[in-house]
């Protein structure tokens, strides 16, 4: 074996080395803990459950019988990506050196996917990217092969290939249009010219192929595909799209791109161009730009025009194209006449680019997954007899850890194995009915209640959950891990009622109407203060306006004061249903100095733009609902 390809073996098991060494130091989160229960699953509830989600199941099939052979620990199940994103890095070393024919860019391409953050990043993960990656690089070089040797057996191993993938995820069939350019490509240069047509007319066959394998799937998944889940997303635009790809891919994946990302990325990416054209390898150079703009042009243009307002679009869903990416990379290793300086200023363009971020992915500094682990330990730590804990909808990375946690801990775990609940209930939905939350929590009689909140903001943009407890307890305290909130509330009332709201009808303008309000009615200096607001529309409002809550003394000075959009910004006033009240949930901590006595709350709305407040029917700019006693400790 020569040294160049001792080299590309070491590059192969360099990778393996990269993905492995870290590969347990995060815990699961959200995703990888929805992978781990669907792989618990029987095949066929399995199939049925991916149906309604974004996901088909070809992965999850996997990873179930991967869990049967090597266990379920986080180390164990990761390595089936791990495993996938090595294969991948030996495709990319395949399809670069099938394309510029010179070991050095097979070298260099197999290299940069092996250190890539992204690839490993999502190497790390219990899920099914890398697997995807790898289908992808394979399909690439299969239908390159068919140009080549146009043989039967690599076009269909192409498209098989794009099948699979569309089984592991849907963007996968954004590599069809790819795979149809390079057919179109090659009729134009066979010979004679009646010949001309026949690699499209065999793609086009194929592609309607794949399709047909994916249609009996599709017909039961479509409507999960396409659930909507209710809330506000800036338009999908194309540039907008492919723009998030390129931040994404330049900045590692998770993390914003370092300052002069675009003339890293763009110089290395122009020393690849470079590479092809001073070879005069013009054919190879269209054939792997289709590889990595077509897909990525496609998948932009599809969310587009079928889900403007939808979030459906992820830089991840097109981790395939990075093969083709890494291809055009290394080619600046092989350059005609100028290899050294290119291949040096490729690799420290790409260095200062990738290397600071992988750094802080493998040594720990920079630690973007929810530590779920150690969240869970710290909630079952403190779990006393009488608790119950919620977690904001399904979050099975949770219950992952909590199985083992409740296990380790208590001799006896069977009285806290249903301390556990979700709310709302299930992987998606949003929580709208606080009926839902009192009949849950009544039926347990909790003393305690403890959240786990993830997300609360997409999932209980109305903060049921959390103002059902400002009614009925007090907060002991709260615990964060990163976006991850613990509050833990004291219940002092069973059973529990409905937030206590004083009827208002007040009229803000001619759309928003103050329908309720609630407000506790002391509270310590020093502690939180809360106020309950709810908002109904009877008119399409010209802008989402800002609530303000002022608590005043009796001169009228504002002593502490809430002051933001009602509900979030993912659910705006705009996209508010008409005459449907909503929640509004005001949390405050009065000052430690603010004197006790008593004090009164006002609330009002204005235009953010122009500082305008709305106006009442009395002309007033804000109305007084309910008095507060200030208490020192």
């Given at each position: 074996?020569?040294?160049?390809?001792?080299a590309?073996?070491?590059?192969v098991?360099?990778?393996?080395?990269?993905?492995?060494?870290?590969?347990?130091?995060?815990?699961?989160?959200?995703?990888?803990?929805?992978?781990?229960?669907?792989?618990?699953?029987?095949?066929?509830?399995?199939?049925?459950?991916?149906?309604?989600?974004?996901?088909?199941p070809?992965?999850?099939?996997?990873?179930?019988?991967?869990?049967?052979?090597?266990?379920?620990?986080?180390?164990?199940?990761?390595?089936?990506?791990?495993?996938?994103?090595?294969?991948?890095?030996?495709?990319?070393?395949?399809?670069?050196?099938?394309?510029t024919?010179?070991?050095?860019?097979a070298?260099?391409?197999?290299a940069?996917?092996a250190?890539m953050?992204?690839?490993?990043?999502?190497a790390?993960?219990?899920?099914?990217?890398?697997l995807?990656?790898?289908?992808?690089?394979?399909?690439?070089?299969?239908?390159?092969?068919?140009?080549?040797?146009?043989?039967?057996?690599w076009?269909?191993?192409?498209?098989?290939?794009?099948?699979?993938?569309a089984?592991?995820?849907?963007?996968a069939?954004?590599?069809?249009?790819?795979?149809?350019g390079?057919?179109?490509?090659?009729?134009?240069?066979?010979?004679?010219s009646?010949?001309?047509?026949?690699?499209?007319?065999?793609?086009?066959?194929?592609?309607?192929m794949v399709?047909?394998?994916?249609?009996?799937w599709?017909?039961?998944?479509?409507?999960?595909?396409?659930?909507?889940?209710?809330?506000?997303?800036?338009?999908?635009?194309?540039?907008?799209?492919?723009?998030?790809?390129?931040?994404?891919?330049?900045?590692?994946?998770l993390?914003?791109?370092?300052?002069?990302?675009?003339?890293?990325?763009?110089?290395?990416?122009?020393?690849?161009?470079?590479?092809?054209?001073?070879?005069?390898?013009r054919?190879?150079?269209?054939?792997?730009?289709?590889?990595?703009?077509?897909p990525?042009?496609?998948?932009?243009?599809?969310v587009?025009?079928?889900?403007?307002?939808?979030?459906?679009?992820?830089?991840?869903?097109?981790?395939?194209?990075?093969?083709?990416?890494?291809?055009?990379?290394?080619?600046?290793?092989?350059?005609?006449?100028?290899?050294?300086?290119?291949?040096?200023?490729a690799?420290?363009?790409?260095?200062?680019?990738?290397?600071?971020?992988?750094?802080?992915?493998?040594?720990?500094?920079?630690?973007?997954?929810?530590?779920?682990?150690?969240?869970?330990?710290?909630?079952?730590?403190?779990?006393a007899?009488?608790d119950?804990?919620?977690?904001?909808?399904?979050?099975?990375?949770?219950?992952y850890?909590?199985?083992?946690t409740?296990?380790?801990?208590?001799?006896?775990?069977?009285?806290?194995?249903?301390?556990?609940?979700?709310l709302?209930?299930?992987?998606?939905?949003?929580?709208?009915d606080?009926?839902?939350?009192?009949?849950?929590?009544?039926?347990?009689?909790?003393?305690?209640?403890?959240?786990m909140?993830?997300?609360?903001?997409v999932?209980?943009?109305?903060?049921?959950?959390?103002?059902?407890?400002?009614?009925?307890?007090?907060?002991?305290?709260?615990?964060n891990?990163a976006?991850?909130?613990?509050?833990?509330?004291?219940?002092?009332?069973?059973?529990?009622?409905g937030v206590?709201f004083?009827?208002?009808?007040?009229?803000?303008?001619?759309?928003?109407?103050?329908?309720?309000a609630w407000?506790?009615?002391?509270?310590?200096?020093?502690?939180?203060?809360?106020?309950?607001?709810?908002?109904?529309?009877?008119?399409?409002?010209?802008?989402?306006?800002?609530v303000?809550?002022?608590?005043?003394?009796?001169?009228?000075?504002?002593?502490?004061?809430?002051?933001?959009?009602?509900?979030?910004?993912?659910?705006?006033?705009q996209r508010?249903t008409l005459?449907?009240?909503?929640?509004?949930?005001h949390?405050?901590?009065?000052?430690?100095?603010?004197?006790?006595?008593?004090?009164?709350?006002f609330?009002?709305?204005?235009?953010p733009?122009?500082?305008?407040?709305?106006?009442?029917?009395?002309?007033?700019?804000?109305?007084?609902?309910a008095?507060?006693?200030?208490?020192?400790?």
């Open positions: 074996m020569s040294a160049r390809r001792w590309l073996a070491l590059i098991w360099g990778a393996f080395a990269v993905r492995v060494l870290t590969l347990d130091a995060q815990s699961l989160w959200f995703d990888e803990g929805w992978s781990w229960h669907l792989a618990r699953m029987p095949l066929e509830e399995m199939a049925l459950t991916t149906a309604a989600d974004r996901s088909p070809l992965y999850y099939a996997l990873l179930a019988g991967w869990i049967w052979l090597s266990g379920d620990s986080a180390f164990a199940m990761r390595c089936l990506s791990a495993g996938a994103d090595v294969i991948a890095t030996a495709l990319t070393a395949a399809l670069a050196l099938a394309l024919r010179r070991i050095r860019a070298i260099a391409a197999s940069v996917y250190l953050p992204m690839t490993v990043w999502y790390q993960e219990v899920r099914m990217y890398a995807i990656s790898a289908l992808g690089a394979a399909a690439m070089l299969a239908a390159w092969r068919w140009v080549e040797q146009r043989r039967k057996h076009l269909f191993l192409a498209n098989a290939f794009i099948a699979l993938g089984y592991t995820h849907y963007y069939i954004f590599l069809l249009p790819a795979v149809w390079l057919s179109v490509i090659a009729s134009l240069h066979d010979r004679p009646h010949w001309r047509a026949l690699p499209v007319v065999r793609q086009s066959v194929a592609a309607v399709l047909l394998a994916l249609a009996p599709l017909a039961v998944a479509s409507v999960g595909f396409a659930y909507d889940d209710g809330f506000y997303f800036p338009l999908n635009t194309v540039e907008g799209r492919v723009l998030e790809w390129v931040r994404a891919v330049a900045a590692g994946g993390v914003e791109p370092p300052a002069g990302w675009t003339w890293l990325l763009g110089g290395a990416a122009a020393l690849g161009v470079l590479g092809f054209w001073s070879r005069a390898q054919l190879e150079l269209l054939v792997t730009m289709l590889f990595l703009a077509v990525i042009l496609s998948a932009a243009i599809a587009w025009l079928f889900y403007p307002h939808r979030s459906v679009f992820h830089p991840r869903y097109l981790i395939f194209a990075l093969p083709a990416l890494c291809v055009l990379l290394g080619s600046a290793w092989a350059t005609h006449r100028l290899s050294a300086p290119s291949a040096i200023a690799t420290t363009l790409l260095g200062a680019l990738w290397l600071p971020t992988l750094h802080g992915y493998l040594s720990g500094h920079v630690l973007q997954r929810d530590d779920v682990r150690q969240a869970t330990h710290h909630v079952v730590e403190a779990l007899p009488g119950v804990v919620v977690m904001s909808r399904d979050n099975f990375a949770v219950r850890y909590w199985l083992r409740v296990r380790a801990r208590f001799s006896d775990p069977a009285p806290f194995d249903d301390a556990l609940i979700a709302p209930t299930g992987l998606h939905g949003v929580l709208q606080e009926a839902l939350v009192l009949n849950t929590l009544n039926r347990r009689g909790p003393q305690r209640v403890r959240l909140l993830w997300q609360d903001d999932v209980d943009p109305q903060r049921l959950v959390e103002s059902t407890l400002w009614a009925n307890g007090f907060e002991l305290g709260e615990y891990f976006q991850i909130r613990l509050p833990l509330y004291q219940i002092e009332r069973q059973p529990l009622i206590p004083t009827p208002q009808r007040v009229r803000f303008s001619d759309c928003l109407t103050l329908e309720d407000s506790r009615q002391s509270a310590f200096a020093g502690d939180w203060f809360y106020v309950v607001l709810r908002w109904s529309l009877r008119c399409a409002p010209r802008t989402g306006y800002k303000f809550v002022h608590v005043r003394d009796a001169e009228g000075t504002v002593r502490f004061q809430s002051d933001r959009l009602p509900l979030n910004p993912l659910l705006p006033m508010w005459h449907h009240a909503y929640r509004d949930a949390a405050m901590v009065v000052p430690s100095d603010v004197p006790p006595g008593r004090y009164t709350v609330i009002g709305a204005y235009d733009d122009s500082g305008q407040r709305l106006r009442l029917e009395d002309g007033s700019d804000s109305l007084a609902i008095s507060v006693e200030v208490r020192a400790r």
